[in-house]
C-alpha cells in the first residue's frame, strides 16, 4: 500500500513539474507596450472573429470589454500620479491558467487543458452554452453568445501546432509579448520587475498563469481581477444561474416565467439543463467512437 502511495505522489510531483515548467507562457511588459494594438489586429486576423461595432471604453479602451469576437483588449488607464495624469497599459485576455477551475466544472467535459502547450482551449463541438465556465473563471474571461456558444483566447493552440508562437506575440512592433517555456517566462518577468520596480501578475494567481505580465502600476489600480493565489476547485454548488440562462434559447420567455414561481423551478430547471447536457454530450461521444 506504502508503494502505491508513493508511485502515485512520484506521479502527482512529475504532472506538476510538467505543467510548472514544460509548458508554455506570455510575458507582457508594460513598459515596453505604447498601446498600438496590433495584438487586438492580429488576433482578430488570425482567428478570423468578425468586427463588431464598438465604443471607447474608460479613456482611450477600445473595444470596453471581452467578447465572443474579442478574445484580447489592451486596457488603457490614466492614473494621477502628483500633478501628473500618466497613461499605463495592460493585457486583458485568457490567462490560461495552470490548473484551471474552467476544465474542472464543465459538465460535458468541453474544455481541456493541451498538455505540451498549456493552451487551455473550449471545444465548440463539445460546449452547451451552459455557463458554467463563466459562472467559475476567477478572471471572468469566457464569454458566451447564442449561435457561437462561450468563447475565448486559445493561445493560438493551432499555431503552436505549426512550430510558431501566437499571433498577438509574433507582430507586436516593441517586443512587449515574449514567448517561451513558462520557468523562462517566469525568471525573464522577475528579472524585469526588479530592473523596472513594476508589479508582477500572473505567477501565482490561482494556483499561476500562462499569462504572466511587468506591470506599471498594481493590478488594482489598472482594474485587473483581483485572484488569490491560491488554485481554484469545484465549488459545492454552483449558481443557479448558470443552469437557467443555458436553458433560455429552448424555452420560451413566458415558459420561464412560470416555471420560475417557487422551489420547483429551480428543480425544474436543473434537471432540464442536465438532460440537455447529457444528450448532448452521448451525441459528440457517439460520434467520435469509430
Sequence with gaps: MQTFQNIRYAYVVLKRYEVNILTKSILYNAFRCIGCRACQVACKRWNELKAEKTSLGETWTNPPDLSSNTWNIIKIIELKEGEEVKMHFSTYRC?????????????????????????VVINSERCVGCLACVEACPFKIPRFERGLGTRKCTLCLDRLELGLKPACVEVCPTEALEF???NKIVERAKQLASETRGYLYGIEEAGGTGVIMVLTASPEKL???????????????????????AIQPTLSS???????IGGLAIIAVGAVAAIIARRRTREIESKETP
Design 223 to 245: 482594474g485587473l481581477p483581483i485572484v488569490a493565489k491560491k488554485v481554484y476547485e469545484v465549488p459545492e454548488v454552483m449558481p443557479i444561474k448558470t443552469v437557467t440562462e
Design 95 to 119: 490567462m490560461h491558467c495552470l490548473e484551471p477551475i474552467c476544465v474542472k466544472v464543465c459538465p460535458p467535459r468541453a474544455i481541456m487543458k493541451d498538455p505540451e502547450t498549456g493552451a
Design 254 to 260: 413566458e415558459s420561464l416565467r412560470n416555471i420560475a
Design 180 to 182: 517561451d517555456e513558462r
